[in-house]
C-alpha cells in the first residue's frame, strides 16, 4: 500500500511561486509512475504533469509546460512540482497520484490507484 501526503500549498499573487511537495511511504519514488493532478472549482480533476518510473520520461499539460516542473528525490521519497508565474487559473486542490505502471499516456487520472489528500493553491489577481 502507497500513502501520499502533500504539502505546500498556499496563497499567492499572480506571477509567484510555490513549490508543491508528495512525501510517498510504502513503496519508493524510484519504483512508481507518478503525476499531478488539479481540481479547480466547478471543474473536472485534470492532468498537470507525469514523471515515469523507468525511462523518467516527463509529461506536462499545455496550460502548464514552461512553468511548472516535476522532479523526484529518491533520497527524501519525495515528489515535487515547482510552479513559477502562477496565473489566477491555476487556482485549484492538487493532487499527487501514484501507481506500478500507468503505461505510456499517463494523463488519465484513472490510471492512477493512489492519491494524496491534496493541497490547496490559490493565486489572487
Known amino acids: 500500500q502507497v500513502q501520499l501526503v502533500e504539502s505546500g500549498g498556499g496563497l499567492v499573487q499572480a506571477g509567484g511561486s510555490l513549490r508543491l511537495s508528495c512525501a510517498a511511504s510504502g513503496r519508493t519514488v524510484s519504483t512508481l509512475d507518478m503525476g499531478w493532478f488539479r481540481q479547480g472549482p466547478g471543474k473536472e480533476r485534470e492532468f498537470v504533469a507525469s514523471i515515469l518510473r523507468n525511462s523518467g520520461f516527463i509529461n506536462y499539460a499545455g496550460s502548464v509546460k514552461g512553468r511548472f516542473t516535476i522532479s523526484k528525490d529518491s533520497a527524501k521519497n519525495t515528489l515535487y512540482l515547482q510552479m513559477n508565474n502562477l496565473r489566477p487559473e491555476d487556482t485549484a486542490v492538487y493532487y499527487c497520484?501514484?501507481?506500478?505502471?500507468?503505461?505510456?499516456?499517463?494523463?488519465?487520472?484513472?490510471?492512477?490507484?493512489?492519491w494524496g489528500q491534496g493541497t490547496q493553491v490559490t493565486v489572487s489577481s
Open positions: 497520484a501514484a501507481d506500478s505502471d500507468v503505461g505510456y499516456v499517463p494523463t488519465g487520472a484513472h490510471l492512477y490507484r493512489y
